[in-house]
C-alpha cells in the first residue's frame, strides 16, 4: 500500500518525542482501576500532587468522570490485564527487531524497571500487584534496600523497598522517532507536515476524504486517525463521539547529572518516572486533565523535583529552563481505541493509549497491518464498538 503521513507540525515534536520512554509489561492495569480512583479524589484538591482535574462546568468532562468511576472495577481490571500484557510484551519483541536493523540505534536497554516505595501501604500496593503480574507470567523481583543499592551503584537510595519488573525495557524516543521517518522515508511513504486536518468523510467501501484547515483534499482508500488527544474533534466530522480527555504531562531531560540512577524506575508515591538515556536523564510525570490548558504549573514540577532526593538522597536537580509537556489521549475505561469505526467503515482508529502510547505502538500498527490486509476484527475491548 502507498502510505501517506499528515500532521499538524513538522514531526520533531509530540507525546513520541518527549515521554518517558518506556516499554513497559509491567503496566497491564488500565488507568480506569479503583485504586486510581480513591488516590485521584485525594490529590485533585492538593496543589503539590501527580492528578489534577481544573475545575470547570463541561459536560463532556462531567460524562468522561462518570464512565471512568463506572469502569473503576476490579472487574474491569481483570479483563483487560491479559491484554495489555500481550500488546507491551508484542511491542518489545517488535522494538528490538528495529534495534538490530542497519541506521537504528536508539539505545534500547533492557534493564527493567523497579518501582520504588517507602511507605507500608505503597509496599502492600505494589507487592500485591507483582503477584498479579507473576500470575500472568511477567517476572518480578521484591528487593529491600540494600538489595537495590547492590543493584545500582551509581546512587543511593531512601526507600522502603522496590519491585522490580525484569522484563520491562527503554529507549531514547526521541532518537528513535528520527530514525524511523529517515527509514519511512527511503520506503517511499510521504510525509506531509504543518497541515492540519479539520475534518473527514467516511464512504466506506468507496474510500475516505480528509478535508485541512487551508481547503486541501486528500482521497485514500483507508483513513487511520493516530491523532492521540485531537483524535476526538476529528471523529466527530464523522458522527462518531469519542469519549476522551487530553491528560497533560510533563517531562524534563537532564544532561549528565551527578548521581543519575542506572536503572529506570518509577516512584510510586510521587507517581514520578526516570528513565537514563545515554548520558541524559528523562524525568517525567502528572497528569493533568485540564483541557487544552497550554500553563505550565510550576506546583506540579516543583513536586517531580522535590520528589527525587526523597529517593535519591543524592540526586538534586534544579529546574531546567526548558520544560516538555504533552497531552495524552486519555479514554475513561482506560483502554485504547484500534479498529475501525464501524463495519466496512473506509476508518480506523489507532488512539486513546493514555500514558502508555509509545509502549503500545508497534502492537498497535501491527493490529492496523491485520486489520487492512487481513481483515481481522481488534478484541472488542480495544474497538470503538464499546462506545
Same mark, same amino acid.
Given at each position: 500500500?502507498?502510505?501517506?503521513?499528515?500532521? +499538524?507540525?513538522?514531526?520533531?515534536?509530540?507525546?513520541?518525542?518527549?515521554?518517558? %520512554?518506556?516499554?513497559?509489561?509491567?503496566?497491564?492495569?488500565?488507568?480506569?482501576?479503583?485504586? &486510581?480512583?480513591?488516590?485521584?479524589?485525594?490529590?485533585? $484538591?492538593?496543589?503539590?500532587?501527580?492528578?489534577?482535574?481544573?475545575?470547570?462546568?463541561?459536560?463532556?468532562?462531567?460524562?468522561?468522570?462518570?464512565?471512568?468511576?463506572?469502569?473503576? #472495577?476490579?472487574?474491569?481490571?481483570?479483563?483487560?490485564?491479559?491484554?495489555?500484557?500481550?500488546?507491551?510484551?508484542?511491542?518489545?519483541?517488535?522494538?528490538?527487531?528495529?534495534?538490530?536493523?542497519? @541506521? $537504528? !540505534?536508539?539505545?534500547? +536497554?533492557?534493564? %527493567?524497571?523497579? &518501582?520504588?516505595?517507602?511507605?507500608?501501604?505503597?509496599?502492600?500496593?505494589?507487592?500485591?500487584?507483582?503477584?498479579?503480574?507473576?500470575?500472568?507470567?511477567?517476572?518480578?523481583?521484591?528487593?529491600?534496600?540494600?538489595?537495590?543499592?547492590?543493584?545500582?551503584?551509581?546512587?543511593? $537510595?531512601?526507600?522502603?523497598?522496590?519491585?522490580?519488573?525484569?522484563?520491562?525495557?527503554?529507549? !531514547?524516543?526521541?532518537? $528513535?522517532?528520527?530514525? &524511523?521517518?529517515?527509514?519511512?522515508?527511503?520506503?517511499?511513504?510521504?510525509?506531509?507536515?504543518?497541515?492540519?486536518?479539520?475534518?473527514?468523510?467516511?464512504?466506506?467501501?468507496? @474510500?475516505?476524504?480528509?478535508?485541512?484547515?487551508?481547503?486541501?483534499?486528500?482521497?485514500?482508500?483507508?483513513?487511520?486517525?493516530?491523532?492521540?488527544? *485531537?483524535?476526538?474533534?476529528?471523529?466527530?466530522?464523522?458522527?462518531?463521539?469519542?469519549?476522551?480527555?487530553?491528560?497533560?504531562?510533563?517531562?524534563? #531531560?537532564?544532561? !549528565?547529572?551527578?548521581?543519575?540512577?542506572?536503572?529506570?524506575?518509577?516512584?510510586?508515591?510521587?507517581?514520578?518516572?526516570?528513565?537514563?538515556?545515554?548520558?541524559?536523564?528523562?524525568?517525567?510525570?502528572?497528569?493533568?486533565?485540564?483541557? *487544552?490548558?497550554?500553563?505550565?504549573?510550576?506546583?506540579?514540577?516543583? *513536586?517531580?523535583?522535590?520528589?527525587?532526593?526523597?529517593?535519591?538522597?543524592?540526586?538534586?536537580?534544579?529546574?531546567?529552563?526548558?520544560?516538555?509537556?504533552?497531552?495524552?489521549?486519555?479514554?475513561?475505561?482506560?483502554?485504547?481505541?484500534?479498529?475501525?469505526?464501524?463495519? @466496512?467503515?473506509?476508518?480506523?482508529?489507532?488512539?486513546?493509549?493514555?500514558?502508555? @502510547?509509545? !509502549?503500545?505502538?508497534?502492537?498497535?500498527?501491527? *493490529?492496523?497491518?491485520?486489520?487492512?490486509?487481513?481483515?481481522?476484527?481488534?478484541?472488542?475491548?480495544?474497538?470503538?464498538?464499546?462506545?
Amino acid at each position: 500500500m502507498q502510505v501517506t503521513i499528515i500532521d +499538524q507540525g513538522d514531526f520533531t515534536d509530540g507525546c513520541s518525542f518527549g515521554n518517558a %520512554g518506556m516499554i513497559v509489561p509491567s503496566h497491564f492495569t488500565p488507568l480506569a482501576s479503583p485504586g &486510581m480512583l480513591s488516590e485521584g479524589i485525594q490529590w485533585m $484538591f492538593k496543589k503539590k500532587s501527580p492528578f489534577y482535574i481544573q475545575p470547570r462546568l463541561n459536560l463532556q468532562l462531567m460524562q468522561w468522570l462518570w464512565r471512568f468511576m463506572q469502569s473503576s #472495577t476490579a472487574k474491569h481490571v481483570e479483563a483487560c490485564a491479559p491484554i495489555l500484557r500481550d500488546l507491551h510484551q508484542e511491542s518489545k519483541t517488535i522494538y528490538k527487531s528495529w534495534s538490530q536493523l542497519p @541506521g $537504528f !540505534s536508539f539505545d534500547l +536497554q533492557e534493564k %527493567g524497571i523497579l &518501582m520504588l516505595y517507602q511507605t507500608a501501604k505503597a509496599e502492600k500496593d505494589e507487592i500485591e500487584t507483582a503477584e498479579k503480574a507473576d500470575a500472568l507470567g511477567i517476572e518480578t523481583h521484591v528487593l529491600n534496600p540494600s538489595q537495590l543499592q547492590l543493584m545500582d551503584t551509581s546512587t543511593s $537510595f531512601s526507600v522502603r523497598g522496590g519491585v522490580h519488573y525484569t522484563g520491562d525495557a527503554t529507549f !531514547s524516543p526521541d532518537v $528513535f522517532m528520527k530514525q &524511523m521517518i529517515e527509514l519511512l522515508k527511503l520506503e517511499d511513504v510521504e510525509f506531509i507536515s504543518k497541515t492540519q486536518i479539520d475534518s473527514l468523510n467516511d464512504f466506506g467501501k468507496d @474510500g475516505g476524504e480528509l478535508k485541512s484547515k487551508d481547503g486541501q483534499l486528500f482521497k485514500a482508500k483507508n483513513v487511520i486517525i493516530a491523532t492521540g488527544a *485531537w483524535t476526538r474533534k476529528l471523529a466527530k466530522s464523522i458522527g462518531v463521539d469519542l469519549p476522551m480527555q487530553s491528560g497533560k504531562g510533563y517531562s524534563m #531531560t537532564i544532561d !549528565s547529572p551527578q548521581s543519575s540512577p542506572s536503572i529506570p524506575s518509577l516512584l510510586h508515591e510521587a507517581r514520578v518516572s526516570l528513565t537514563p538515556m545515554g548520558n541524559r536523564l528523562r524525568i517525567g510525570g502528572t497528569l493533568e486533565i485540564s483541557g *487544552w490548558d497550554q500553563k505550565i504549573r510550576e506546583d506540579k514540577i516543583k *513536586w517531580i523535583l522535590e520528589s527525587l532526593p526523597r529517593y535519591y538522597p543524592d540526586l538534586k536537580i534544579s529546574r531546567p529552563e526548558q520544560i516538555w509537556y504533552g497531552y495524552r489521549p486519555c479514554t475513561p475505561d482506560g483502554m485504547p481505541y484500534i479498529g475501525k469505526v464501524y463495519p @466496512g467503515s473506509a476508518v480506523i482508529l489507532a488512539t486513546g493509549h493514555s500514558m502508555m @502510547g509509545v !509502549s503500545l505502538a508497534p502492537a498497535t500498527g501491527r *493490529w492496523i497491518r491485520d486489520i487492512l490486509l487481513k481483515n481481522v476484527d481488534a478484541p472488542t475491548i480495544l474497538s470503538p464498538k464499546r462506545i
